[in-house]
C-alpha cells in the first residue's frame, strides 16, 4: 500500500548536514509515524506521501520544509545567578514556553551572564536525508483517536 493521510509508516533514514551525517537510524530501530499528523517535519512528509514499502530516497529539504528559519529573538542572555553553579557552554535544558515544552541550549557562559538560545537546534539548516521506507500499514481505529502509533517504535501506554 502507498503511504496516504493515517498510514503508520516504518522507514530508516540517515540525516546529512553540510555534507556531515548527523544522525541516522540504520543499524537501528526505524522510526515510527502516523502520516498525515505533522509527527515529522513538513518536507519530508511530504516526500513520503505516496511511497511504498521498499522505496529509497534522497531528500533536501530547506529550512523552511524542516525546522524553520533561526529566530535571533530567541537567543537571550540571562543574569548568571538565575543558574546551577555549574552552567557551560552545551548544556541544555527544558522550559516550559508559550507552545510547550521546549529546548534551550546554554551558547556562551561570562563571568555575569549565560546566553541562551530557543531555536531548534536544526533551525536555519538545509538538511538532506537518505529514507528507506521499511514498512506501511493502515493506523487502527484507537491509534486514529490518539493521535499517535501504538506498539514497536510507537507510543506505550501503561
Ligand atoms: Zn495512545
Redesign the pocket.
Known sequence: MKITNDSVVSFHFTLNVNGKTVESSFGSEPLVYLHGHHGIVPGLEEALEQKQKGEKFNITLPPEKAYGARNEKLVQKVPLNQFPQDVTAGMQFQVDGPQGAMIITVTNVSSTEVTIDANPEMAGQTLNFDIEVMDVRTATQ??L????V?GPGG?H?D
Do not use: I, N, S
Open positions: 484507537e491509534e483517536a490518539h493521535g499517535h501504538h507510543h501506554h
